[in-house]
Each structure stands twice: as C-alpha cells, then as structure tokens.
C-alpha cells in the first residue's frame, strides 16, 4: 500500500473519479478495470452478487505484483442455493480473493425481533439491515469498488457512468462493465466459459434474493423480476 494511495483526501479521490469518468468512457472493461488496480492496489475491491462472475473474471485478468483483487459478496441469508453455489464455483476456479459479507442478525434472530417475513412487510429496511449495512461495514477499508451495473438494465441505471463519485459512501465507485449491452456480457461468457449463475437458464434476467425475485414475463426488461409489485427497483446498494 503506497503512501499516495494512503494520503488521498476525499476531495481528491472525488477529482480523480470524476476526471477518469471522463477520460475512461470509451475505454475497454479491462482498461477501466487496469486503471483501477495500478491506481488503487490493495484498497479497490470488486463487488457481486452472483448473478454471473464476468466482473470477477475480468479482474483475474488485471492483477498486478501477483496480488489478487477482493472480490466481495453479499450473504443476506435468503440466496437461492444457486447463488451460493456460483460464489463458491468462483471461489474455487478464480484467481481473485473472494470474501463474504453477513449482516449483523442472522434470519433467525432478524425474525425473532422484527417478525417473519420482513421482506413482505418493509423491503427496504429488509435490505438496509441484509444488504446496505454490511456492505458500507465491508467496505471501509476499500477506496474504490467496482460493479457489475450496466446501462441497459433499466431506466434507473442508465445513465451510470464508467467511473463516478459515490457520494453516499465517499468513495470511486467503478462500472467497468457499464457501456455493455446483454449480448456483450453473452458474448464473453461464451468466449472464456465464465461461470453464469443456472437461474439465467432458468427464467431468472436478474437473481437477488429468493423471496424477492420471480422469473420475467415475456416483453418486461431485466429487473421486473425484482420486487415484483412494488414500487421498489432497487435494494439501496446502488
């Protein structure tokens, strides 16, 4: 870990992500994701949620010094067994440094103090409590973190830049992946056999966790499948 990296004020790193958005847009993921690596070293990590590990397999690819890039997931308790499945495939196959994340109450205990099925009743405090928290926790020693976001998922997404500020934690937030299309992201997985998660073959465009996501309808875009009926689009990582 360098000193420059260790001496960059929030001010600073706020200039430097919205000064590569600029200059990165029309790089390659790969680029983006090396621009990263050599600019942040030990304290960039890559986030997934399983769906697919093409963000994880492209950082494989940019390591620099021998070291291996962080790889973060969310265990919320309420994966499918799919998910778990892909994350420990990754974990095992990879050459990157794959570390779980879990709320503070387990299921169980959540249950016992705010009542079952707390995802009917308030999804978002749900996902603040499974989701958000743990993550600004699991991220604080990180200055920069990467996402698999795209721009053609939704309207909500789609003006995601490849490398932008996230005010809300202070930190580079990187999206290497964001100018991609849905067949860019097939194109590559068939090209280096990247593991996908078996719910995209099963009628599942977007997998979250299980008592909050249905397959897609025919004509509905990619995350209709979450949170199906409310009016609810995002879980508040993004």
Known sequence: MTTTQESRTTAELKELAERAGRE??????????????????????VTSSMEDAVVAHLASRVQKGGATVDVIFLDTGYHFPETIGTRDAVEAVMDVNVITLTPRRTVAEQDAEFGPKLHDRDPDLCCKMRKVQPLEEGLTN??????????????????????????????????????????????????HGVLTNPLLMDGYTSVGCAPCTRR????????AGRWAGRNKTECGLH
């Open 24 to 45: 990165l847009e029309d790089a390659t993921a790969l680029e983006i994701l090396q621009w990263a690596v050599d600019t942040f070293g030990p304290r960039f990590c």
């Open 142 to 191: 990180y200055q920069a973190w990467a996402t698999g976001l795209r721009r053609d998922e939704s309207p909500t997404r789609a003006n995601t830049p490849v490398v932008g500020w996230d005010e809300k934690r202070q930190k580079v937030k990187i999206s290497p992946i964001a100018r991609w299309t849905q067949d860019d992201v097939d194109a590559y997985v068939a090209e």
């Open 216 to 223: 897609v309808l025919e004509g509905e875009d990619a995350r």
